[in-house]
């Protein structure tokens, strides 16, 4: 979703002016006016820590109650202003208006009835409920619960190792405004306490060498402060060695610490304290032994498990290296399918690991719903050390259909309203595979510049993909030992194509891509596209000129500064026969007036001509390395770094001279008649957000990227290059409105191979579902390493930097659960496009300012 730039202000104005009338009024209302004294609403704490104000935000966090949310800059608190137009008592101040007068109620009955009458009242609580909901209660000093603060705050810094730590709190009541008040924490920590000593009481043998074979991992040593974190670290450290290693029944609860203080100053003496394993006969200990090692004796699959299946006999089996596989129906799986996706061995210790890297492999084949894995002693081994697994995985159904519609904005495109549809079978060839048929389709509203009464829906966009996935690597050579079934590895071949006509040129693409994916962790994903192909036709090149308007001035004030002869009056070239005319005369005319500045203008303008109306052809290889924190949907505190290397056009090249490809006027080699490309990409894209104690976010996003071109190739094709500007991007500019560098957004269409992009974004609540954003958006787009040789649009180094753009604004935004619909406005802070010493806060109003629609957050 891209922006719209609005062509009035008239209805901005009346917005932002209604806006900042309601905040007017609602700072103008009492934020205390519904308490009672000797109530006092919280407006500050503070944690002074030793004497000085603390920064610690963990200390902060442990604090009960919290000011009122503020927005920022404004420091207005918004929701507790709207919560506070609800009345406390609205049925009865309700009823009191009704009795006021005598006759009041009665002509209010006679004029609509009893019943709506009361309809009146309840309404009038329905919506003071409704204020209240949406609304945040002003938060009144509770001495219990910053009692119960203090308690907390003192046993993080007891936990830290500050045994003898002590603190109170004072209450301040507001000097200046009435019925307001903060609460200072006085926290006095004394001095810490190190670890001293440590040592072991461990009783099965078992135990004791399995702890002292990865000692040095320990998370507790001597010299180091007291730290209870450290004891839990070290706790879960050695309840993984101890599971992963065999060790069934062992869980945390068996490790302990006894920690000893006395008469030893301010230092520990640390006993770590690993009992045998204890036997329980119901609810109570029956007997204890040493622990021993588990090992897998036998792993068992059922293959189709249902609710209706539970009670029924299996009719088909199968014993396939070890793995035993049951099915109520006959199998519809190899089973090599399946045990290629179960990490748990037979013949193998117990590893609780395996255990949940088969949970997110079985998942990954999106072939099953979530698999239950269960261990049952093997009552046929006679150590008493054997272990049956059994994997119990339902299957989801084989036929699937999803249709979406979605109305969207984008890049080009005022309105649009698309649909997609795919239908997935699963478990194509038995072994696991997944088919994806998918299509989709759009219409939308385009500003043509070649046809200004073209109707309102004069776009369309329509594809079709066909994708298959096989859970394995195909590959000629086994690569098991490279890349383990516990990555979960993915090979996806898939085709399709795609027919567009929107801004004159329309377009027809082809694609086909052979990719593998592998998971090394839960955090990181590799994915290499062995073969990525694209091909591009351009299928109305003649209306170039009426789609790149600035390229077509340019080149009528090139031909009427040449003395070139137009065929009308109005001096503007037919297009396209008299361009075609022009292009001939001014290269072998000998009459116009060619300067070697005018034979520059004309090149350029020849070369942008061709560079975007010539078909494509992209054999490229590429490798994306990601590593991404995010645990789920809801975590808003994660990092995210991607790296991509993409190299195009080298294996058509070395088979060029082979193949005895045709070779085009300018030189460069053809198949099938299109001159393939050949580039190398470069980009890196940094994503971080934190996450603070108020709900407030703070999210930052750096990207680089380089395309070079070089062999067969002189420029980067256009789907392949690098646009600024747009909701997604720098909000400051519309999309491709930015850059290259100091050129002003000169063309219609601004793009380029190198770009630098950096966004800030801080992130707040306002009122309910409704959040607010400052942010700030750097960046700009270059040519480099092409044929494009403009100063203005080249990177020459280092001071470039100095064209770097720079917007910044604030956004509004409605959180629907599912998705975030935001309105951004940016302002021009630094524009590169206006000469050096104008460039800072000319265009800083809202008659430059760009208006962005978009959905969900940008980064």
């Known amino acids: 979703m891209n922006e719209r730039n609005l062509n009035s202000l008239t209805p901005t104005l009346t917005k932002i002016s209604l806006f900042l009338g309601i905040a007017l009024l609602l700072a103008s209302c009492n934020a205390v006016q519904h308490l009672n004294d000797p109530e006092m609403l919280l407006i ?14 963990e200390a902060y966090s442990l604090i009960s ?6 927005i920022p800059i404004i420091n207005l608190p918004f929701s507790l202003h709207v919560y506070n137009l609800a009345e406390p008592k609205p049925d009865s101040t309700f009823q009191a208006w009704l009795t006021r007068k005598p006759k009041r109620e009665q002509r209010l009955e006679n004029l609509l009835s009893r019943k709506q009458v009361v309809a009146l009242d309840t309404s009038k609580v329905k919506f003071n409920q409704w204020l209240q909901k949406i609304g945040e209660a002003p938060v009144v000093i509770d001495e219990k619960k910053s009692e119960k603060s203090l308690k907390q705050i003192q046993k993080y810094f007891y936990n830290k190792g500050w045994f003898n730590v002590s603190g109170k709190y004072e209450i301040q009541r507001d000097s200046i405004k009435e019925k307001r008040g903060s609460v200072t924490y006085y926290i006095n920590r004394k001095k810490p306490y190190n670890i001293d000593s440590i040592s072991e009481k ?20 001597p010299g180091e402060q007291y730290d209870v974190a450290n004891f839990d670290n070290e706790r879960s450290r050695i309840t993984l060695q101890m599971r992963n290693s065999g060790l069934y029944y062992f869980d945390q609860d068996y490790v302990t610490f006894e920690a000893d203080t006395n008469k030893l100053g301010q230092k520990v003496n640390v006993e770590y304290i690993i009992p045998d394993r204890r036997i329980t006969v119901g609810d109570s200990i029956s007997s204890t032994e040493p622990f021993k090692i588990y090992k897998i004796t036998d792993v068992r699959i059922i293959t189709d498990y249902n609710f209706e299946n539970r009670n029924k006999a299996f009719t088909d089996s199968v014993n396939y290296k070890g793995y035993e596989l049951f099915g109520y129906e006959k199998l519809k799986y190899r089973p090599k399918a399946l045990t290629d996706a179960v990490s748990i061995s037979p013949g193998n210790i ?44 339902t299957p989801r159904k084989k036929y699937n259909l999803s249709i979406d519609f979605d109305a969207y904005t984008s890049t080009i495109q005022q309105f649009g309203i698309g649909f997609s549809s795919t239908f997935l079978i699963r478990n194509v060839f038995r072994g696991a595979e997944n088919l994806e048929i998918s299509g989709s389709g759009s219409v939308g509203s385009t500003k043509d510049n070649g046809d200004p009464n073209s109707r309102f829906f004069n776009s369309s966009d329509v594809g079709f993909n066909l994708g298959l996935s096989f859970p394995s690597i195909l590959f000629p050579v086994n690569t098991t030992k490279f890349i383990p079934k516990y990555m979960s590895p993915l090979t996806t071949i898939s085709t399709g194509i795609n027919a567009q006509k929107n801004i004159g040129l329309d377009r027809q693409s082809t694609n086909g891509v052979f990719s593998y994916r592998w998971k090394p962790s839960n955090i990181r994903t590799n994915q290499f596209d062995l073969v990525n192909l694209q091909y591009v036709r351009n299928l109305n090149p003649e209306n170039y000129f009426n789609v790149y308007k600035t390229s077509y001035d340019l080149l009528n004030d090139l031909a009427e500064e040449v003395g070139y002869e137009f065929q009308n009056d109005d001096n503007q070239l037919e297009i396209p026969d008299e361009i075609n005319l022009f292009y001939l005369e001014y290269l072998t005319s000998t009459e116009l007036n060619r300067t070697p500045e005018t034979d520059e203008q004309f090149l350029r303008v020849v070369q942008r001509q061709s560079r975007l109306t010539d078909n494509n052809l992209i054999f490229a290889s590429n490798f994306t390395w990601i590593r991404d924190s995010r645990q789920n949907i809801y975590d808003n505190s994660f990092s995210r770094v991607s790296l991509k290397v993409e190299l195009a056009g080298n294996f058509l090249s070395a088979i060029s001279s082979l193949a005895n490809l045709k070779e085009n006027v300018i030189g460069q080699s053809e198949l099938f008649g299109v001159a393939y490309s050949q580039y190398a990409k470069f980009e890196t894209n940094y994503i971080r957000h934190w996450t603070f104690d108020d709900g407030t976010i703070f999210a930052f996003r750096g990207f680089g990227g380089i395309a070079i ?14 646009f600024a500007g747009g909701a997604n991007d720098n909000r400051g500019w519309r999309a491709y409105d930015l850059g290259p560098g100091s050129s002003g957004g000169l063309l219609d269409f601004n793009e380029a191979n190198f770009k630098l992009a950096f966004n800030g974004e801080y992130r707040f609540p306002i009122l309910g579902s ?20 403009v100063p203005e649009f080249q990177f020459e180094g ?15 935004r409605y959180d629907f659960g599912f998705f975030v619909i935001r309105f951004d406005t940016g302002f021009k802070t630094h524009d590169p496009g206006l000469p050096e010493g104008e460039r800072w806060f000319k265009q800083y109003n809202f008659s430059n300012a760009v208006y962005n629609i978009g959905i969900n957050y940008p980064f």
């Open 798 to 812: 280092l001071k470039d930097l100095k064209e770097i753009a720079l917007a910044t604004g604030v956004g509004l």
């Open 202 to 221: 461990i009783s099965s043998p078992i135990v004791d060498s399995l702890f002292q074979l990865r000692k040095k991992r320990t998370f507790i040593r």
């Open 44 to 57: 500050n704490n503070k944690v002074v820590i030793d004497g000085e104000e603390s920064k610690n935000d």
């Open 770 to 789: 409704f959040k607010g954003a400052f942010f700030a958006d750097a960046g700009n787009i270059w040519n480099i390493f092409d044929d494009f040789d």
């Open 65 to 70: 109650q919290k000011p009122n949310q503020r």
């Open 709 to 722: 071109p070089y062999g067969n190739s002189t420029s980067i094709p256009f789907t392949r290059s690098y």
């Open 350 to 393: 117990f590893k609780d690991i395996d255990r949940t890297l088969t949970y997110n492999q079985i998942s990954e084949l999106r072939n099953f719903r979530y698999p239950t894995i269960n261990y049952q002693e093997d009552p046929r081994d006679s150590t008493g050390t054997g272990l049956i697994s059994t994997i119990i995985l």
